[in-house]
């Protein structure tokens, strides 16, 4: 997962690794769309998005519009 943050200090990182990619630390976002979208585990954003074969801004815009769920600060 490469660090596509405007100021990773406004999200909450976890210890817990991506199961997909091995990404060694996961955020809250991460963990809220993960939630959304009936993840079991925390998965990367990054992850997600190539799943779903859309790019991290298009998939950041789905959720929004389509879930009500705006981006974490720092996003």
């Not at 999200?11 to 993840?39: F, H, M, Q």
């Not at 779903?52 to 789905?62: A, C, G, I, M």
Request: hydrophobic share 30%.
């Amino acid at each position: 997962m490469g660090d596509t943050y405007s100021d990773r200090r406004k999200l909450s990182w976890y210890d817990i690794p991506c199961p997909v990619c091995g990404a060694e630390e996961t955020n809250s976002w991460d963990k809220r769309i993960s939630r959304a979208l009936g993840y079991k585990h925390i998965v990367c954003e990054a992850c997600i998005a190539k799943e779903y074969d859309v790019t991290v801004d298009e998939l950041r815009t789905t959720m929004e519009e389509h879930f009500g769920l705006v981006p974490c600060p720092g996003i």
